[in-house]
Nanobody, 125 residues
Framework: VQLQASGGGLTQAGESLRLSCQAS????????MGWFRQAPGEERQFVAA???????NYVDYGKGRFSISRDRAKNTVYLQMNSLKPEDTAIYYC????????????????????WGQGTLVTVSS
């Protein structure tokens, strides 16, 4: 299984970025997908997750500014980040686990079996 995250970079406050995570080696429709972030000196934290099937999604960090979606045809999950702030600076990781995982588990690192390599987002003021 491989999760290839991309789309990070350097941007200015107020701008938008869309992160992508393409999955391979798994049956995408059987997996819930999530995004986590790790800022310098901090622990990894949950950002958002989306289930397969009905597309139920959960957004914690960046609620109101961030949204998550998935494209079954492309085996890809997206994290749309709008109105970026300097404190959004972090490495963003995508992750995958069985779609049967309960919602509370989707907010935990331990709720995910597979992880991507991360993509760095830097927001300047």
């Amino acid at each position: 299984v491989q999760l290839q995250a991309s789309g990070g970079g350097l941007t200015q406050a107020g701008e938008s970025l869309r992160l992508s995570c393409q999955a391979s080696g798994l049956t995408f429709s059987n997996f819930a997908m999530g995004w986590f972030r790790q800022a310098p000196g901090e622990e990894r934290q949950f950002v958002a997750a989306v289930r397969s099937g009905d597309g139920t999604n959960y957004v914690d960090y960046g609620k109101g500014r961030f949204s998550i979606s998935r494209d079954r045809a492309k085996n890809t999950v997206y994290l749309q980040m709008n109105s970026l702030k300097p404190e959004d600076t972090a490495i963003y990781y995508c992750a995958a686990n069985s779609n049967r995982v309960i919602s509370s588990q989707l907010r935990l690192e331990t709720g995910y079996r597979y992880w991507g390599q991360g993509t760095l987002v830097t927001v300047s003021s």
